[in-house]
């Protein structure tokens, strides 16, 4: 199983990094899955000179960096819809211009793979396309945990191929 961590990273504090550092080991360990961490990997498909300068170039050269972007929303959302068994989307903050996170969330929901949203803000702070596109709601990632240990944990599938 293949689990793609989903959330704002561009504008979010520490790139985002943090709550992923955290559940990944879970993910691996507990549940024996994969998983792919856009924040950790920046360079995707990008050549080392995209890697370097794209940042740069949203105020310098605009269509360089558009390039370069589309390369990368290519790259993640290509992954999403043929490799990912499930994403897990960690959004806190109301006001995180994100748009990566919703078109990640629309990307699965249309093709069917469950999105699990994990939220500590209020239900009404929260985009209804993304409610829209979610298939479980957690207010912690503790209570994701509980969710997917008993969804995929080891014993559940040990169980599933006896069957």
């Not at 605009?62 to 499930?86: C, G, M, Q, S, T």
């Not at 109301?94 to 994990?118: H, Q």
């Not at 709601?137 to 209570?143: C, R, S, Y």
Request: some cysteine; proline content about 6%.
């Amino acid at each position: 199983m293949l689990a793609y961590l989903c959330g704002p990273i561009e504008f979010a504090n520490g790139g985002g990094k943090l709550w992923r550092r955290k559940l990944a080991p879970f993910l691996r360990e507990q549940l024996g899955h994969r998983l792919y961490d856009p924040a950790e990997d920046e360079k995707k498909n990008l050549t080392d000179e995209e890697m370097v300068h794209f940042r740069e170039w949203k105020a310098t050269e605009p269509e360089r960096f558009r390039r370069a972007v589309r390369k990368i929303i290519h790259f993640d959302l290509d992954l999403i819809e043929n490799k990912a068994d499930y994403l897990i989307c960690y959004w806190d903050d109301p006001t995180n211009p994100s748009g990566g996170t919703p078109a990640e969330l629309t990307a699965a929901f249309r093709k069917g793979i469950p999105v699990y949203l994990v939220t500590p803000l209020a239900i009404e702070q929260v985009s209804g396309w993304m409610l829209g596109c979610a298939d479980q709601i957690f207010t912690t990632v503790e209570e994701l945990k509980e969710f997917l240990a008993r969804r995929y944990g080891r014993e559940k599938q040990t169980q599933l191929w006896k069957e």
